[in-house]
Nanobody
Framework: QVRLVESGGGLVQAGGSLRLSCAASTRTFSSYTMAWFRQPPGKAREFVAAIERSGTSTYYRDSVKGRFTISRDNAKNTVYLQLNSLEPEDTAVYYC?????????????????WGQGTQVTVSS
């Protein structure tokens, strides 16, 4: 099991940017597939992006393609989510998730470890 701690959320105007970070407490971070999910107010948790263990392959939900970028630094045990051109519809609690195997999925139960979440609020 790995402990995940997100940071970087906040309040931003539409069109603005934020960079989320997720620090993992494990010596085997490079063996984990990492993902970001979000939970908008009153809605179910939804997939945002995933990155394979080496960082060479990434995947996004359609509504964030071209605006969000997931990346990782295996030397720092950290995964990032760069959020650009933010829209009010992006308002949510953003969660980092980890899976100690290869392969990604949009289903939350596919991932065994979760952070506590960080709030992103986009004002219009």
């Amino acid at each position: 099991q790995v402990r995940l701690v997100e940071s970087g959320g906040g309040l931003v105007q539409a069109g603005g940017s934020l960079r989320l970070s997720c620090a993992a407490s494990t010596r085997t971070f490079s063996s984990y597939t990492m993902a970001w999910f979000r939970q908008p107010p009153g809605k179910a948790r939804e997939f945002v992006a995933a990155i394979e263990r080496s960082g060479t392959s990434t995947y996004y939900r359609d509504s964030v393609k071209g605006r969000f970028t997931i990346s990782r630094d295996n030397a720092k045990n950290t995964v990032y989510l760069q959020l650009n051109s933010l829209e009010p519809e992006d308002t949510a609690v953003y969660y980092c998730a980890a899976r100690p195997l290869a392969g990604w999925n949009t289903i939350p139960s596919f991932y065994g470890d979760w952070g506590q979440g960080t709030q992103v609020t986009v004002s219009s």
